[in-house]
């Protein structure tokens, strides 16, 4: 499976875009990225996900390198609210869907 | 829907003690899954299922038990706790490809002593 690589920690001021990077070198063709977060005590969210294009939803935005190498995460407009730990994931390439998940980068909105 | 619903929020076990995580979705997930937490650390998968009667082992099975006897239901057993199995357990839910965004639990918080 391969591996995620990010930074520990991040600040960020509110109301200003927080990016978020993750280098995965050793991707392979068929594995997505998956961004999920997960605030003091609850469960992971589930954020986007993306094979090789950028997508957009309504909570972030996803640019994903040409050559998968590496993807960041983009909250627009980041609100005390996203004070999280961001996990970057590379999904495995089996079919049975199951994410591991590292440490994760904590992400800390300033007011 | 209720989404991913694990009970107990809270439990406290004295080492030797066995006990049932429970999980339940209402979402018709054939995907769902076990995760545990220890303290300032990511997730690591216990078990999985993906359907009804098939379980298989993640990353950290050892000392658990899991069942899948129905598409809503995928309980955790613990049978003779020990303080290593201390930690904040998650149970997750996804659809049928696997491929897919995992739904989560509020979590259960375990302690051994």
């Known amino acids: 499976d391969a591996k995620t690589t990010q930074p520990p920690s991040m600040d960020c001021a509110e109301g200003r875009a927080a990016n978020l990077p993750c280098n995965h070198s050793t991707i392979s063709g068929n594995e997505y990225v998956y961004w999920y977060r997960q605030i003091h005590s609850q469960g992971p969210q589930y954020i986007i996900h993306g094979l090789k294009n950028n997508e957009t939803n309504e909570m972030a935005s996803l640019i994903i390198t040409e050559d998968r190498k590496s993807s960041t995460l983009i909250l627009p407009h980041a609100t005390l609210r996203d004070t999280a730990v961001y996990y970057c994931?590379?999904?495995?390439?089996?079919?049975?869907?199951?994410?591991?998940f590292g440490q994760g980068t904590t992400l800390q909105v300033k007011p | 829907n209720a989404g991913v619903t694990q009970t107990p929020k809270f439990r406290i076990l004295k080492i030797g003690q066995s006990m049932t995580l429970q999980c339940t979705q209402d979402m018709n997930h054939n995907y769902m899954y076990w995760y545990r937490q220890d303290p300032g650390m990511g997730l690591k998968l216990i078990y999985y299922?993906?359907?009804?009667?098939?379980?298989d082992k993640g990353e950290v099975p050892n000392g658990y038990n899991v069942s899948r006897s129905t598409t809503e239901d995928f309980p955790l057993r613990l049978e003779l706790a020990a303080p290593s199995q201390t930690s904040v357990y998650f149970c997750?839910?996804?659809?049928?490809?696997?491929?897919?965004?995992?739904?989560f639990g509020s979590g259960t918080q375990l302690s051994v002593l």
């Open positions: 299922s993906v359907g009804a009667g098939i379980t």
């Open positions: 997750a839910s996804s659809l049928s490809t696997g491929n897919e965004k995992l739904f």
């Open positions: 994931i590379v999904a495995p390439s089996s079919n049975t869907g199951k994410l591991i």
